[in-house]
Nanobody, 129 residues
């Protein structure tokens, strides 16, 4: 049974940092990619970042470029999202997800068009003074 388990969320002041972790288990075959999506109340989930498993190419939405870094520990089946210089607009529930298709099919609209095959339960990030 495939499972994605997120951790690392919490309350942080603006300008602070958090590191989210996603543990993946139960995959018979490596997923095409692993991504992080964020959801805020009243809005659809939107992509933040993803990393391909074939060559570990990374992708970010413009709003987090230069502040967030996605990485992968293949041996431990873990994916991390290092979030620095957090802003109040970064707050939300962060979900770990794998795509139902190779993410290249979504092109530049991956952050909205991603069809997740699997989702974790989410971890909440609050950015507030």
């Amino acid at each position: 049974q495939v499972q994605l388990l997120e951790s690392g969320g919490g309350l942080v002041q603006p300008g602070g940092s958090l590191r989210l972790s996603c543990g993946a288990s139960g995959f018979r075959k490596a997923p095409h990619a692993i991504g992080w999506f964020r959801q805020v109340p009243g809005k659809e989930r939107e992509g933040v970042s993803y990393i391909t498993t074939s060559d570990e190419t990374t992708y970010y939405v413009d709003a987090v470029k230069g502040r967030f870094t996605i990485s992968r520990d293949k041996a431990k089946s873990m994916v991390f999202l290092q979030m620095n210089n957090l802003k109040p607009e970064d707050a939300g529930v962060y979900y770990c997800t794998t795509p139902g298709h190779p993410p290249g099919v979504y092109g530049r609209r991956w952050h909205t068009d991603w069809q997740g095959a699997h989702w974790g339960q989410g971890t909440r990030v609050t950015v507030s003074a």
